[in-house]
Nanobody
Framework: EVQLVESGGGMVQAGGSLRLSCAAS????????MSWVRQAPGKGPEWVSH????????YYADFVKGRSTISRDNAKNTLYLQMNSLKPEDTALYYC??????????WGQGTLVTVSS
């Protein structure tokens, strides 16, 4: 069974940092690109970041570019998102997702990030 379990969310003041983690199991993590997606209260999901299988290629939405770093440890089957200089508008449920043939085919349950002003 494919499982993705996010952790690391919490409440932080504006300007603070958080490191999100996503533990993967039930599939060969090293063979899949991975993404982070977020959903703010009352809004639709929006893509945040993407990383290829080896970690050598990374991509970011403009709203986190320069403030966040996606990475992965294939030996630990874990995906990360380091977020710095957090803003209140970053408040959202953050999901990790597996990327397969142009779509995100497996999602975790999400971890909540709340940024206070």
């Amino acid at each position: 069974e494919v499982q993705l379990v996010e952790s690391g969310g919490g409440m932080v003041q504006a300007g603070g940092s958080l490191r999100l983690s996503c533990a993967a199991s039930g599939f060969d993590f090293s063979r899949y690109d991975m993404s982070w997606v977020r959903q703010a209260p009352g809004k639709g999901p929006e893509w945040v970041s993407h990383i290829n299988i080896g970690g050598g290629s990374t991509y970011y939405a403009d709203f986190v570019k320069g403030r966040s770093t996606i990475s992965r440890d294939n030996a630990k089957n874990t995906l990360y998102l380091q977020m710095n200089s957090l803003k209140p508008e970053d408040t959202a449920l953050y999901y990790c997702a597996r990327f397969l043939q142009g779509s995100l085919d497996a999602w975790g349950q999400g971890t909540l990030v709340t940024v206070s002003s």
